[in-house]
């Protein structure tokens, strides 16, 4: 036994005079050895005011939590794992992606782990606080105009080109690698199914690449066919309609202040599992920004846009249900990145969302 179990052990001897019935060890946490195996595992948190306003319990899980930042970390791992498992990278290798950010950042993690060089594509709308991070993190970061998939200009046209004029690179392309929708499938799913001990009614989340929304579902629905899996659109994605229209219809036009979600197309990653969907809906921009700053408010919870989407989605979709019902999505990342745009009151009403916000939330705008 180790030195650390061994304290661990005595520090928990008590008496049984001294021991309530119901006495718990405290909590350990899990050692690891490096960044890559600190990713996953993160906490299920039900949002306890929100849940008692719907009548039904409200379970986020906590991406933020992972050690890059993001849910993203996830796939940079497991696309990584697979490109060397495959001979694709060695060492002193170059890893190239087209991201809105988070896998980026979750890839220069791991590359400056692994000891590979890192180069991202991504469109110059997001936040520079995401390209900030990048180069903070070693990364060559080339931001570029947001143009749509069919132009060849596109950040992950770009990101595959480069890749391909050097030696011992690989473009690690998550949109439609589907190794990213595996990661969730063999990670994601299985910790929300045992944090709850099964007894999930409803899964929703937002979707990019479609690797987390896609693996979860199919584990999900793996282990029971009855859980209903709804996928949340912002405005300008093509997906919603998609769905709702059994793939007859694709309707573009609109945009999102959201970042790293909405698509223009269905992705590698998303198509395994159209028939296992059950339902599409669409949330607004007016909704998701209330909904961040009341997450702050009443839960405590500083995230995202995207974030805040989802937990918008998991409250339309609880309403479909039984009072008491268990609906799970998923909090990307903290507002941190977002922070000069989503709590700027300049910002806001540019973007025509300052009204939007309830009246005693305003308050926690707090720049400009």
Known sequence: MSRISKLFRRSIRISAAETPLDFVPPFVPAVCDG??????????IKLPRISKSVGR??????????PGGSIKDRAAKYILDDAEKKGLISAGGTVVEGTAGNTGIGLAHVCRLRGYKCVIYMPNTQSPSKIETLRLLGAEVHPVPAVAYDNPDNYNHQAKRHAEGLQNAVWTNQFDNTVNRQAHIDSTGPEIWAQLDGKVDAWTCST???????????????????????????????????????????????SSFTEGIGQGR??????PD????????????????AMLYRLLDEEGIYVGG????????AIETAQTLPEGSNVVTVLCDTAQKYTGKVFSKLWLKEKNLWDAIPEHLQKYAALD
């Open 306 to 313: 995207t974030s805040a989407l989802n937990v918008v989605a």
């Open 274 to 289: 159209l028939d296992l969907i059950d339902e599409a809906i669409q949330i607004s921009d007016e909704k998701s920004i």
């Open 208 to 254: 990019g690449t479609g690797g987390t929304f896609a693996g979860v579902t199919r584990y999900l629905k793996t282990m029971d066919s009855g859980v209903k899996c709804v996928l949340a659109d912002p405005p300008g994605s093509v997906l919603y309609s998609y769905i709702r229209s059994n793939g007859k219809e694709i309707i573009r036009g609109g």
């Open 35 to 44: 960044f890559s195996q600190a990713i996953g595992n993160t906490p299920l």
């Open 266 to 271: 269905v992705t590698a990653n998303l198509q």
């Open 57 to 66: 319990n409200i379970w986020a899980k906590a991406e933020f939590m992972n």
